[in-house]
DNA sequence: CGCAATATTGCAATCGATTGCAATGCTTGT
DNA sequence: ACAAGCATTGCAATCGATTGCAATATTGCG
């Protein structure tokens, strides 16, 4: 009676094959009973053919892949995925902000992606690159909570420092790019802001800069932190905070154009400028000279992240390295360590001061 | 007697619940059947109330929905996608050349990556990131083969013509970032790299340049043919071609400052540079400054893409823009028409010459 | 109150691969 | 020539959800 079975078999999954997706109306897709039936053995010995099994006759394997090979047939890897339990896709997410349905743009996220990107191939993780609303964090934990992928790589935390702590309370494996923050349940990877913040606004003031202004979102916890260290030079070096020099931009270009504007309309003096990226650094010195102010002699400027364009720019870039390249391994680690059970300990990169010649020599 | 079975089935599952992944040590992935369980109803029940199918009474899809939220329970995915043959999946290529294991940092392609993720979101599709070796292109069929992605976008056709030819006629829905060439079966979007490379040349030669050096890779069909817009403007404007000022450099930073230096040294004269891309132009001009060249003055430069940087630059870049938010919509679109059965045109967008200040007033 | 029509729910097959166990064939020793 | 042992192969259950069909509950109407 298994062959009445059989006989039924044989035009029904004709039949399947015929429907499932009318999107590829040509040729439905090739499976294991299509090369099992070519080659006159058993789905078993196909699977275990594909996959190298020892069980195997070498001469049934080899021609079982040479006929694989020639019908350019592959496992079917949702199927072996869901059969097996696995899962090596991670989730990056790029929150966005809906209000603005801001694109991505900014250099350094975009480095960090391809980072990132490098790090999951090296190990053998298929990256799912997702945008999700920044207000509606919680469609990440769905990431987890569907198995669409096993661990989560988050760019940014923005805002979101709540919303994060609950992902980890719900252990929602995750990652996050950003600053240490108190009672945080999360594990951030990120670049020590306070000390590149220190950094920068040290080197400013060695150099005799005394109205040093800063340009960063506040709002954002990295930001904040860089401000922090910039509060710790100020103080360091007993220069009194002035905070009519201290402007909350986001992380737009225009709108560090539009901080540099603000301040000489109002006649607000500043001899340097500490941005919290390149790309409002390099913005800034754009606007400087619409505003016919000269660049090191008048003001100087200190940027953050060091993207590749910041040595090529003129005046070439005095910057606070973000190490790039170190994150997306950092991150990808820390969320193999998540995934392994253990609990991975948040982690501040070495940040560096790279000085060249926006901030005199 | 379903309670019989019922009850067999209790243990069972809580077995099965806690083998599966040693990975997630904790508590096993939630599933259909333990909603079931605990809203007291069927799995086929479950899944009709979560999938808003209007079989169930509301009261009972209510109450569901409910126990599903507060467990934090979503339907997995990988279960769901195989049972529906369905898949949203499209993977994003992008090459990379394997002995330079060069990573990803061209502005202009990260920018491509942020336009692609934000057109394939809003169509609802996931986007898987793939690095492969540009000399393995097979593998990229392999994602399709083995149903992981149903449609792939290549970044960048490099030198791989023939090989994606090969994709096309083994039926894989397939788009390419890149040039339009002969005898091509696939399907590619791209700017209209002839039209740039002419209005850039042009351009450069009605500001009175005579010397017009070219810099980019003319083995890449798109770099290939602005260098055939640039001959186009010299024929036309009756200059001659100097092969010396044609500089074959490969798209990255330090090549171009290379590239720079080579023409001082060898004291060939030139007047203006049109480079492939605002990366080279940046770093060109960035090294013309390092032998005393006067940007404009002396050297005049026209770039390539338009990236975000190119108006902050100094000197303003001018340049030829390509469009590329369009550029993501435009290749989610051909590849959708490819998985409905149509066969895609391939399409040109329009670039459009940007005037800002290296290529005087 | 009884029966038909309708609204809900459950049963069980199914998607394409993997794998424990049983079955078969072949080799070898005696 | 036969049994034991090993090498191959096949059978059939399984992963977690979906869905056609059957079964049951509810409602309406005469």
């Known amino acids: 009676m298994p062959h009445a079975k059989t006989i039924e078999c044989m035009p029904n999954s004709t039949r399947n094959k015929l429907k499932p997706q009318d999107v590829n109306a040509s040729a439905s897709k090739l499976q294991m009973a299509d090369i099992a039936r070519l080659a006159g053995v058993s789905t078993a010995t196909v699977s275990r053919a594909l996959n190298k099994s020892a069980l195997v006759n070498d001469a049934t394997r080899e021609r079982i892949e040479q006929l694989a090979r020639s019908l350019n047939y592959s496992i079917n890897v949702g199927a072996k995925n869901f059969r097996l339990g696995h899962n090596r896709t991670i989730a990056v997410v790029v929150p966005y902000d809906v209000a603005t349905r801001q694109h991505l743009t900014d250099p350094f996220f975009l480095g960090m992606l391809g980072s990132i990107a490098d790090a999951l191939t090296d190990r053998g993780f298929d990256m799912l690159l997702s945008r999700v609303d920044a207000d509606k964090l919680d469609t990440v934990a769905q990431l987890h909570d569907s198995g669409r992928a096993i661990g989560i790589i988050l760019i940014g935390q923005w805002r979101h420092h709540d919303q994060l702590n609950q992902l980890a309370q719900r252990n929602v494996p995750v990652v996050v790019w950003g600053a240490q923050l108190p009672r945080q349940l999360y594990c951030t990877i990120g670049s020590d802001n306070v000390a590149g913040g220190f950094l920068a606004t040290e080197h400013l003031i060695k150099t005799g800069r005394k ?151």
Chains 1, 2 share one sequence.
């Open 211 to 361: 109205c040093i202004a800063f340009f960063g979102d506040v709002n954002l916890p990295e930001a904040a932190q860089r401000f922090e260290g910039y509060l710790k030079a100020l103080s360091k070096y007993k220069i009194k905070l002035d905070k009519k020099l201290c402007v909350s931009v986001p992380f737009l270009a225009e709108s560090a154009r539009k901080a540099v504007h603000d301040l000489c309309k109002q006649q607000i003096h500043f001899d340097a400028i500490f941005a919290c990226s390149d790309l409002l650094a390099m913005t800034a010195i754009s606007t400087l000279r619409d505003e016919h102010l000269r660049v090191v002699d008048d003001v100087a400027v200190v940027g953050y992240d060091d993207i590749e364009l910041a040595r090529y720019f003129h005046p070439p870039l005095t910057t606070i390295r973000q190490p790039i390249d170190l994150a997306g391994r950092a991150l990808v680690e820390a969320l193999v360590e998540i995934l392994e059970g253990a609990q991975a300990a948040p982690r501040l990169l070495p940040t560096q001061l790279i000085v060249r010649s926006t901030s005199g020599m």
